[in-house]
């Protein structure tokens, strides 16, 4: 008898026309590291009194679809997720395209993933996934990979695939050797890590329906917000911190091929730290830093992607 194997599994997306409704085809295969993406249904204790001391049947509660997706940053498939937390870019480039992927959109597209066990056979069919939150870590070693947090609307398990033929795309993996860090346009030093998350603060529409699903997920006010670590050698960032004024952080990735992926918070504020000395070794300090919309340009944050796709 087969078995699950989390080798074999596989994991195909495609945008939605209608919320909640899978396309018949057009889905494309996509490269994931672990998901935890399902379907859950909880069961509610019976609170009656009166029938002994053996409680009564359970009654089911409403359905909840959510999860993470861990996902290598790319050249390529990355843009899908991009597309997903930002809506739709601006492309422009005759070969190389440039996708220019920028916050405040109040549309965000929905998408259907399946996920495949073909040797159960399991395929299971998540329809209405919205983008709540990407995250990624920088880092001096290590895989660079980033975790998409996904709700979706529901669930359906078929024992053959829904999503036909996937289209497969080339991989070129973007990895921390290939990443920098600037702040205004110069390159941010003694960076020892950092962190990146840029949220939807999605708001789920749960209204009454028989089958228990959500009627859609709207995006809120978003945030971007982060964390740096840097060996304390000056007083630049401490020094932004006290006065209170913003600064431009860019996160960028180059591949000797030319395909590139910049993430840049265009109004960055810094919390004032505590600068401890906790031994005989470099002293370091933390910013829990935050973004903002900026007055040039007139947005928080701007990611652009520059690759062979011609659109997404």
């Not at 920088?138 to 669930?155: D, F, I, K, P």
């Not at 401490?238 to 209170?244: I, K, P």
Request: aromatic share 8%.
């Amino acid at each position: 008898m087969a078995r699950a194997q989390g080798a074999r599994a596989q994991m195909a997306l495609a945008y939605e026309t209608v919320y909640g409704t899978p396309p018949v085809g057009g889905f494309t295969k996509m490269p994931f590291a672990s998901m935890s993406l399902g379907s859950e249904q909880p069961l509610l204790n019976s609170e009656l009194l009166g029938y002994g001391r053996d409680p009564l049947a359970p009654i089911k509660d409403a359905v909840t679809a959510d999860g993470d997706v861990m996902v290598p940053i790319d050249a390529e498939a990355f843009g899908f997720w991009l597309k997903a937390a930002f809506g739709d870019p601006i492309t422009s480039g005759a070969g190389p395209h440039t996708h220019e992927f920028r916050s405040g959109s109040w549309t965000l597209p929905s998408m259907s993933i399946e996920t495949a066990m073909p040797e159960v056979p399991r395929y299971a069919m998540y329809s209405g996934c919205v983008l709540d939150q990407l995250s990624w870590q920088v880092q001096r070693s290590g895989l660079l990979t980033a975790t998409a947090r996904l709700v979706a609307q529901g669930e359906s398990i078929a024992t053959s695939t829904a999503a036909g033929t996937a289209a497969e795309l080339g991989l070129k993996r973007f990895g921390h050797f290939n990443g920098a860090i600037s702040r205004n346009g110069s390159a941010l030093g003694n960076v020892v890590s950092a962190e990146i998350t840029y949220a939807n603060n999605l708001d789920r529409i749960e209204t009454i329906r028989s089958d228990g699903k959500i009627d859609g997920a709207d995006p809120s006010i978003a945030a971007l917000t982060g964390r740096i670590e840097v060996r304390f050698a000056d007083s630049t960032l401490v020094t932004q911190a006290s006065n209170g004024d913003p600064c431009e952080i860019s996160f960028a990735y180059v591949l000797p091929s030319g395909e590139s992926f910049t993430c840049t918070a265009h109004a960055v504020y810094l919390p004032r730290p505590r600068i401890e000395i906790s031994g005989p070794q470099g002293v370091q300090a933390t910013f829990d830093w935050q973004a903002a919309k900026a007055t040039s340009p007139a947005r928080m944050c701007t990611a652009t992607l520059i690759n062979t796709i011609e659109a997404y």
